[in-house]
């Protein structure tokens, strides 16, 4: 067997895995990428390649299942199966069928496939070709496949919209999801929504209706015609609706936004910008237009006003001061004469030194860049950025305008992108006009109320007294679970009416409760907060950090969780706006430092990193390891390829590596068990090992 793949261990890794079979150390098995079936007689039969299999909407699918479900129809020649994205957000299974003399109908072919497969792998949409388009040498041409409209048969089944109000829902509903035809039965997480898109959908019908209403209501009332009715009958009692915000012209200094101030004050305090950097790494492959990228930057940083933004003191107060455009300056450093084999980890230990370089907060800038050349097509953008000016939406803007610059640019063509009508100033000052009387006191009440008398630390099994002075060294357990067991993690969300990333936090906070015995837990995590949609463009610091308590008394099952998680998140969600200042003071009046207000996080991330290609170039987005961590103990979910991956990161100096090992190895055996029978009362999941139990022998520190 090869060695593995030169140059790409990131390739080898995948395709050279270890051997379970064998005693040998070191032994390995070649993933061929082939799917087989194995019959009964033993047989394999080849079915298709692996890497041909698509996730939709949280379901993995071969396309080559769908295909061959197609041809055994007695009025099918062939067919071809393969998801789509016509338009960016619509991603939809597509099936064009070859028949034979008499073209059967769609219904007739759908009813066939529900027979066979489950709902989730039935294609939106049938195309009937007289052949199947082919290239010279004979092999499919995919590109030749026409692009598909709404299917006859759905677009009989839609019920248009009867109303003004049902009008207006629908053309939200398509454009922010990117669908042709919504229908008032249609339901907004059938389409392809999600919990990013819910928050949007909410923002965007305050601004159309004037009308407030919940993420939870949303989740209730999924489609245009309960939605409708809902708008007809605003809820009494609910917060007070943010105002549009305004252009201002506003060009001198403003205050800090809430959320910039939650990450100066902890500098000001000496916590160091180290614990609040950015580092994202972009590995470019492919002929790089060096000059085209320092552009691309260039424009990007003056459309954002937050990348070229300090926070000088005046008159003893921090204020925001916004620089006029510069030149951007891209430095380059040559990394080709390393030797071939030592490469990639040079850049490594280098992309680690620069996130360990603090950030002058006074004078700036808190963005910068540092481009690594490995060799002619191979090259790694460093960016390194203040968390006081960007948050995880933004990250995202600023790669879609990176590539879409880059790509105008190196064809010396220009911007394609429209001028923003608003600035971060803008949002800071229509921010600070609103959070104050009424509407402040409104969430300061919900607040007041949901942390009121807080329940103790959870007693984590630490292994180590805690220190007086920290050092936040971070340790990271990886994990990943099947795509089996992941899938049906999924498949249980969308049954439950919850997202992925509630089902996680429910998952997490009931691992935590059976392990520290504690029925009532407080977990951490962060929120986009942006509550207008004209604010969905900028780049900035808008995200606020949320807390959740849930109580997990009376031995619920774990659908029960569910609900209580649900419905917490989406009550705090609502709330989600109170100044970080003011749920400090909260929850630590006799107090106020650095560290999180939960010593236990969690983080969800939709989708792994991928690989966008423009103008010849695939740009990738490099994981790098940084190694602090405020919290004690944080557990990331990310939806990787191959199933959902999970980390729990820990502090070093709290933990020993094996406890955490037993803590994942202990919450992958309960998302078993609560896929199986997610009706099993907590108490009946499989016991915990005792080490992760608390024990009144082991005195624990618990700060």
Known sequence: MARGYLGRPDLTAERFVPNPFSQEPGARLYRTGDLVRWLPSGSLEFLGRIDEQVKLRGFRIEPSEVSSVLREHPSVLDAFTLLREDSPGLQRLVSYVVSRDDEPEETVLRATLKGRLPEYMVPATFVFLDALPLTPNGKLDRRALPVPGTSAARAAAQVPPRTLVEELLVGLWAELLGVERVGIHDDFFDLGGHSLAATQLVARIRAVFDVDISLQELFDLPTVAKL???????????????????????????????????????????????????????????????????????????????????????????????????????????????????????????????????????????????????????????????????????????????????????????????????????????????????????????????????????????????????????????????????????????????????????????????????????????????????????????????????????????????????????EASEHQALPHAELVELLRPEKVDSRPLSPIGYVFQGSAPVTTTVAGLAIRVMHVELELLLNDLQLLLVDGPEGLVGRLEYRTELFEPETIAAMAEALQTQLTQVVEDPDRPLEALSPLPARLLPAPSKERELA
């Open 228 to 570: 409708a009715e809902r708008l007809a009958a605003p809820r009494a009692g609910a917060p007070a609706r943010p105002p549009p915000i305004s252009p201002t012209q506003e060009t001198g200094d403003v205050p800090l936004s809430f959320a910039q101030a939650a990450y100066w004050s902890p500098e000001r305090m000496g916590a160091g910008s180290i614990y609040n950097r950015v580092l994202t790494p972009l590995r470019l492959e492919g002929r790089l237009d060096v000059e085209a990228l320092r552009m691309a930057l260039e424009e990007l940083v003056r459309r954002h006003e937050p990348l070229r933004t300090s926070f000088p003191v005046v008159d003893g107060q921090s204020v925001q001061r916004v620089a006029p455009p510069m030149p951007w300056v891209l430095p380059v450093e040559d990394l080709s004469h390393v030797p071939e084999e030592a490469r990639e980890a040079e850049v490594l230990r280098r992309l680690n030194e620069e996130g360990w370089r603090p950030f002058d907060m006074e004078q700036g800038p808190l963005m910068r860049t540092l481009l690594y050349r490995l060799s002619d097509e191979l090259h790694v953008l460093m960016l390194a950025i203040h968390h006081a000016v960007t948050d995880l939406v933004s990250g995202g803007v600023m790669m879609n305008e990176l590539s879409a610059l880059y790509g105008a640019f190196s064809e010396d063509q220009p911007s394609p992108l429209p001028e923003l009508t608003l600035s971060y100033r803008d949002y800071t000052l229509w921010q600070r006009e609103w959070m104050q009387g009424e509407v402040l006191e409104h969430h300061r009440a919900y607040w007041s109320r949901r942390l009121a008398d807080p329940p103790p630390p959870p007693p984590l099994p630490f292994d180590h007294p805690r220190p007086e002075v920290g050092s936040f060294h971070k340790g990271v357990h990886t994990f990943t679970l099947s795509r089996e067991v992941s899938d049906e993690l999924r498949a249980l969300a969308r049954r439950e009416g919850v997202t992925p990333f509630m089902l996680g936090l429910a998952a997490f906070q009931t691992f935590l409760a059976r392990m520290t015995r504690q029925e009532e837990l407080m977990v951490g995590f962060v929120h986009a907060n942006r509550p207008r949609p004209e604010l969905e463009p900028l780049v900035g610091m808008f995200a606020s950090y949320l807390l959740l308590r849930t109580n997990l008394s009376g031995n619920p099952h774990f659908r029960e969780v569910l609900r209580r998680v649900r419905a917490g998140y989406l």
